[in-house]
């Protein structure tokens, strides 16, 4: 599927990403485990689930393997706060996107 262009969560990937959204990558297309704002997050690749977020994709309600995107990103904000680090900018945003708030860091 074409969400696989960013498999590796790097800036290659990312690139190959954008430009699959500058040509109107289809953001409603799923498989069987979710889609890909849930595969990204799957992969805990935030920058590329901002990405496809801001280009439209739905982030309420997406999964993948079963794991909701919401509670995915709540996992990783309390890893960052529970370490004493902020939240990374990405994910902050994305809490903010989903109607949820970021853990204070400890």
């Given at each position: 599927?074409?969400w696989?262009?960013?498999?590796?969560?790097s800036?290659?990937g990312r690139?190959?990403?954008?430009?699959?959204l500058?040509?109107?990558?289809?953001?409603?297309?799923?498989?069987?485990?979710g889609?890909?704002?849930?595969?990204?997050?799957?992969?805990?690749?935030?920058?590329?689930?901002?990405?496809?977020?801001?280009?439209g994709?739905r982030?309420?309600?997406?999964?993948?393997?079963?794991?909701?995107v919401?509670?995915?990103?709540?996992?990783?904000?309390?890893?960052?706060?529970?370490?004493?680090?902020?939240?990374?900018?990405?994910?902050a945003?994305?809490?903010?996107?989903?109607g949820?708030?970021?853990?204070?860091a400890?």
């Amino acid at each position: 599927v074409w969400w696989d262009a960013f498999r590796a969560r790097s800036d290659q990937g990312r690139e190959i990403l954008a430009l699959l959204l500058s040509h109107g990558a289809d953001l409603s297309l799923r498989h069987a485990d979710g889609g890909p704002v849930g595969w990204a997050a799957y992969r805990k690749d935030w920058v590329s689930v901002l990405m496809l977020v801001e280009r439209g994709a739905r982030l309420r309600g997406e999964s993948q393997f079963g794991q909701s995107v919401e509670q995915a990103l709540a996992d990783a904000a309390h890893e960052y706060a529970s370490a004493g680090k902020p939240v990374p900018d990405e994910i902050a945003r994305l809490l903010v996107l989903a109607g949820m708030s970021a853990p204070a860091a400890r």
